[in-house]
């Protein structure tokens, strides 16, 4: 059935299913993109931070901390994530566990951040971002409402 022109049938939908047919639907999208440039979504955290660091080096551990909670990657996965980084050549690592950005990774960065960039224009067609800025804080409230937290920068 079709609830998108009936304002009393969409109240009823569940959000559970919704905001999981969101995320599945995003997140494989963003997924692909990445892709595109052998990338999955924890290196490109990591590679998009260091290349916001301005030049300066951010330690290994507050990085694996900051991401470890997104989208269940955990501990472990984000240590994974850094290692493929400094295998490729696409960061580097210091004594003191220190990383940098290096040269091929600020390129392969900004390639696919262009890329992803579009697929962000993709998911958010014909949504006007006074729009957008409801629904998350409509989700933020849910969040809040069932005694949970969720954070991103």
């Known amino acids: 059935m079709d609830y998108s022109h009936d304002d009393t049938g969409l109240?009823?939908?569940?959000i559970g299913y919704w905001s999981w047919?969101?995320?599945e639907a995003t997140v494989t999208h963003i997924r692909a993109a990445l892709a595109e440039n052998?990338?999955?979504?924890?290196p490109w955290w990591v590679l998009?931070?260091?290349a916001g660091a301005a030049g300066e080096a951010a330690a290994r551990d507050e990085l694996v901390t900051l991401f470890s909670g997104y989208l269940d990657t955990g501990a472990d996965g984000m240590e994974e994530a850094v290692d493929s980084l400094l295998e490729r050549g696409l960061a580097a690592q210091d004594d003191g566990a220190r990383l940098r950005i290096t040269p091929e990774g600020r390129a392969l960065r900004d390639r696919a951040y262009t890329r992803v960039m579009r697929a962000r224009a993709e998911i958010h067609e014909g949504?006007?971002?006074e729009e957008f800025v409801?629904?998350?804080?409509?989700?933020q409230r849910m969040i809040?409402?069932?005694g949970a937290t969720?954070?991103?920068?």
Do not use: E, F, M, S
Request: charged share 10%.
């Open 11 to 14: 109240a009823r939908q569940p």
């Open 48 to 50: 998009n931070q260091l």
């Open 150 to 153: 969720a954070y991103h920068q």
């Open 21 to 23: 047919a969101a995320h």
């Open 38 to 42: 052998g990338l999955t979504q924890p």
């Open 127 to 129: 949504i006007p971002d």
């Open 144 to 146: 809040h409402n069932v």
């Open 134 to 139: 409801a629904a998350l804080k409509v989700l």
